[in-house]
């Protein structure tokens, strides 16, 4: 979040009293919204843990629980002295625009951001009646049986890439990538853990 510091370094003079603040995920760096702030909507930002824009036709405030909590808020600098935008990084809860898609600038073109839609659609699951779907039998079935089969899964993708055998091996990785994302679930983590740790990892 900012420091008072950068707060004060904030130019509302240049702007008119309304700063862009864009919103990006957190962890695929989509571009997910583009609003604008007044001093009183940066504030409310902070104190709530939402994003909250200031709507300049209906002059009020709107907050965004939609994206979720908001991870950072930060100034960015952009080679000026002051400030006059800001960055939010957002792990968003659904759709982000009204229109049902994940960013106000259409579709995600990366395909792999559908592994947090995934990651969505698995942890609605969590609570789900066992009787209408297998995720939500596997969740009733308990810790052990979801690790189990994570087991079962990576010694079943390992023997297909032993016998160099591409389509099987695309198959049984997608069954390992699918039962660690439930057995994340399970434990109350997810994607964004396990990237921001291999981020570490990486620094």
């Known amino acids: 979040m900012l420091t008072e510091q950068q707060r004060r370094d ?11 603040a864009i919103v990006q995920h957190a962890v695929s760096g ?9 001093p009183q909507a940066l504030d409310k930002t902070i104190e709530s843990g ?12 709107d907050q965004r629980r939609n994206l ?8 960015h600098c952009a080679g000026l002295r002051q400030t006059t935008h800001c960055w939010c990084w957002q792990n968003p809860v659904g759709p982000t625009c009204h229109k049902g898609t994940s960013s106000c600038f259409g579709d995600a073109s990366h395909q792999w951001l559908f592994l947090y839609q995934l990651e969505q659609l698995l942890a609605e699951r969590k609570t789900a009646d066992p009787a209408s ?4 039998k596997l969740y009733a079935s ?4 979801i690790a189990q089969k994570v087991g079962e899964e990576g010694v079943e ?5 032993t016998v160099n055998d591409s389509v099987e091996l695309t198959n049984e990785a997608s069954d390992l990538m699918y ?4 057995l994340l679930q399970d434990q109350d983590l997810n994607l964004t853990t396990v990237i921001d740790n291999l981020r570490k990892r990486h620094q």
Do not use: I
């Open 10 to 20: 904030l130019d509302w003079g240049k702007t008119n009293g309304l700063m862009p």
């Open 30 to 38: 989509e571009v997910l919204m583009l609003g604008y702030m007044n």
């Open 50 to 61: 939402h994003v909250t824009f200031f709507s300049r036709t209906k002059a009020f405030m």
């Open 68 to 75: 979720g909590p908001c991870v950072e808020c930060r100034q």
């Open 133 to 136: 779907s297998y995720t939500a």
């Open 142 to 145: 308990g810790t052990k049986r």
């Open 157 to 161: 993708t390992a023997l297909a890439a």
């Open 179 to 182: 039962h660690l994302l439930v």
